[in-house]
Structure formats: C-alpha cells, structure tokens
DNA sequence: CGTGAGGTTGATCGCTTTCAACGGAGGTGG
DNA sequence: CCACCTCCGTTGAAAGCGATCAACCTCACG
C-alpha cells in the first residue's frame, strides 16, 4: 500500500492537468538518462510507469536475430510503461532524458480513486492507439519516400503541438532510429531524404536537422486519408 | 444523461465479469450484420461502442488513392469502436456478425461511477496496445512467409483462448483482407500458403480451411522474440 | 592531426509486386 | 440437369523497389 495525499480540488478544469501529478510526491522520483540508456527491457516488471520531462526515448522490439522495430518514439508529456504488468517492449533514451518514475500500483489504485484520472488513463491509452493505427498504415502500405514524409510531416505536428519551430527542427534520432521506426534500412533513409532534398522539398543542413522548404509538397507525398480530426 | 442500474454485487471475483453488461439494458441493442455490411466508417461519430458476439469483423484504415490497411480483425468477445468521439477507422462484417450496442456516453459515465470497470476499460486498451505491438514488428521486419506463418499463428492462440480447435480451423477473411492485413499482395499471400502446404508445414483442405502439420516449425518461421508473457 | 562512428552514395541482388492467364466452387437460368 | 457466369484463389513470367554489399565522406573528439 502506498500513502498518498489526493487533493482533487480546481484541477479538472485546468487545460494543463495532469493528474498523475497529484498522487503522492514522495512515491515519485526524477531520473535522469544518458543517450542510449536504457530505461527498461522487454520482460521487466514494470513496478514504474514513467513521465518524459525533456528529452526523446524510443520504444522497440527485437527479434530473435537481432531485426529492430522501433514500436514509437516518446517525447516531453508522453508517458512511457502503460501496459501489463510487465514490459512488452525496450526503452532507450536516444538524448539525455529526464523522467519522472511513479509506482504502477501507486497510479493504479489512484485511478480508483479518482475517476478522472481513471478517464486521464484512458484516453491517453486510446490516442496511444490511434497514432500506433496511423503508423500501421505507414508501415504496412505506404513506399520508402511516403513513409520519410510521413515521419517528418508527424515530427513536425509534434513539435507545433509544444509551441515549436514547425519548419526548421532537430531530427533526434539517428538514421538507424528512424530506419527501424519505419520498417527500412539505413541506406534507404539516407537515400530518400536525399531524394526529398533533391526535389526542394527539405533542406538538410545537418544531417539532424530539417527545414521544410515546402509543407504543401511533403503533405501530398506523406499521402493521408483525407480524414483531419 | 441515461438511466443506470448498477449493480457491483459479486462481480470482481467472477472470471467471466464483464463489467459493461452492468449498463441499463434498455441502453443495448443487439443487431445482426451480413457479410460485407459496414459497421461504421472513418469519421463517424463514435456514438456507440460494439461488443461482438458472433462472427468475425475487419478494422481497416483506406488511403486516397484506394490502397488498403487491415488494423486488426475483431472476434466475439471484442470491443470495437473503443477511441475518440469520432471513429478513425472503417469496419466491416466479413462474415454474418451479431454486435451488441452500447451508448459511448453511458458507458464513460458508467466507467466514472464503477472503478472496477473503468480498470477494464483500461486494461481493454493496454491490450490492443500489446496486440497492435506484435502486429506492427510482424508488419515492419518479417518476411512474407513469417507474416504467414505468424498471422496462422496469432489466429490458433485466439481459437485456442475460445477452446476451440488449434490444429484444424477456418479462416473466416478473404486472401484479400489478409493480404491487406499483413501488408502484401493476395498474389504473395497465396504463393506462401502454398509455400507452407508444401513443406509440409500446414494442410489446406479448402482455401477457406487450415490445418496445421508441423505446429513447431510454425512457431519457428513465425519468429518470434523469445518472450512469452 | 588521427580515429571512429554515423551518414551518403554506388552497384548489384533478390524478394515482392505487377501483369496476365488459368482453375475451381457456387449460383443462376435455360 | 447442365451450361454458363462470376468471384475467388492459384500459378507463371517479368518488372521494380528496397536490401545488401562495399566504398567513401564528414564531423566530433581525443
């Protein structure tokens, strides 16, 4: 059992709750992670859900001889760990990465206390599920160029999400992260960013960092539905 | 606001609770679909959530230019529509399916008063997440044969949890929606099954039934990491 | 500078797709 | 009852895209 101190006061109408703040603060500890870190492994119990207060983790699996799939990356407000009761996948920093560790069973039986958080659980839950459905259709159906301009079109969602730059950004994540994210190698990454490059679509002045040159191009090549929630 | 009766009494301890039976009965409605029937489409409003009863149903995302993607197949037992207010994705009946409806709103506001199923809720979500995981290493690094062989397999361990046979089984869905499931051509889903009956690995009687001979050398060109939880 | 890891580019290979023809099972109507 | 039709599945041949193998580049760091 573990002690905490819920105040459930003037929170449901702050835009910025976070309710997972509110249980109690001395279940809860930042850690902080070098790049390539690891944070957990597949098959670890997973006694901590984890929150991202800065820096990029990614999620993936391994098969038995060594092909990676990066499941998806984990980003400043996402919350890593949700699942069973074990570890399903690997989480690496891939910067250095600050989070915040909360006992599972600490927010679990929150949840039951609170219904909101209970509801805060879930839909963080299903909208985890709808982005992992749209890069299933990346994954399953779209060329090497679509798949690029979908990541980039998707990174730079993100990050206008948090307020951020949406034409010029920092790709955090090396050639191989992004190749196993989306089902490639590294070579037809390279190759395809080049290709994007090439078409006036992007500029690389680093090899991490993007400039859209231009959006209109990249949304048609990342070839949505034309469903926009 | 819709009437309830919730009734919490000797549920939990039940291995066969399911919590949302518990919403007013005059909430639910039971409908009958034949094959090829849509369920509802991307955009819909999600006004209702389905629990299947009877039959098979296809999850499935469309490009714009008509390429298909298969999320997931939703046997009895399933919840389909789980997610936002709008639907982000099409269903269809790919066989005769009997669903049972449920208001989305009364089952959130049932999920606030009864802890017990808002956790179900949850773990619902945390599951297809777990599922969707698998599903999207198989679709972004296995080979044709191995997504096969894994998909043949996937299907055995849902039988299996049904106590249903896990040798000899049906495959309710067309080559076409398994090619459009795994990411591949009816062409290649055919030429491997082929490939599989060949090597003596699985047995097809008609295109629409399996068995499996070598359960074993399945289990191996499925590929599989080495946990099992 | 020298070194090494990450990234790019080139040439070739091979798996999956594409295009095309055929086969078989189920349904309908003469 | 059978001829015909259509849909689904299978098989073959050829094309194409991404993978593989290999060389080279570049930048950060000692």
Avoid at 117 to 131: I, N, P, R, V, Y
Avoid at 137 to 146: D, F, H, Q, T, Y
């Amino acid at each position: 059992m573990y002690a905490q101190t819920l105040d459930t006061a003037n929170t449901i109408t702050d835009p910025n709750y976070e309710p997972w703040t509110e249980i109690s603060s001395n279940d809860q500890h930042v850690h902080e992670l070098d790049m390539n870190d690891p944070l957990f492994c597949e098959g670890d119990d997973a006694s901590f859900i984890y929150e991202v207060l800065d820096g990029v983790l990614s999620n993936y699996r391994l098969l038995a001889d060594g092909r990676r799939q990066v499941i998806s990356f984990a980003y400043p407000g996402d919350l890593v760990g949700l699942g069973g009761e074990t570890h399903h996948y690997n989480c690496d920093a891939i910067s250095s990465v600050r989070v915040r560790s909360i006992p599972r069973t600490s927010l679990l039986s929150a949840a039951r206390e609170c219904p909101e958080l209970g509801h805060k659980l879930f839909q963080m839950a299903t909208s985890e599920l709808a982005d992992m459905q749209d890069s299933y259709v990346m994954l399953g159906r779209k060329s090497a160029v679509e798949k690029i301009a979908s990541f980039l079109l998707g990174l730079a969602r993100r990050y206008e999400k948090d307020g951020m730059d949406v034409i010029a950004f920092d790709l955090p994540m090396t050639r191989s992260d992004i190749a196993d994210f989306l089902g490639l190698t590294i070579e037809t990454v390279s190759r395809n960013f080049t290709k994007l490059r090439m078409a006036g679509v992007i500029d690389l002045p680093q090899s991490s960092k993007v400039v859209v040159r231009d959006m209109l191009k990249l949304e048609e090549l990342s070839e949505e539905d034309g469903s926009t929630f």
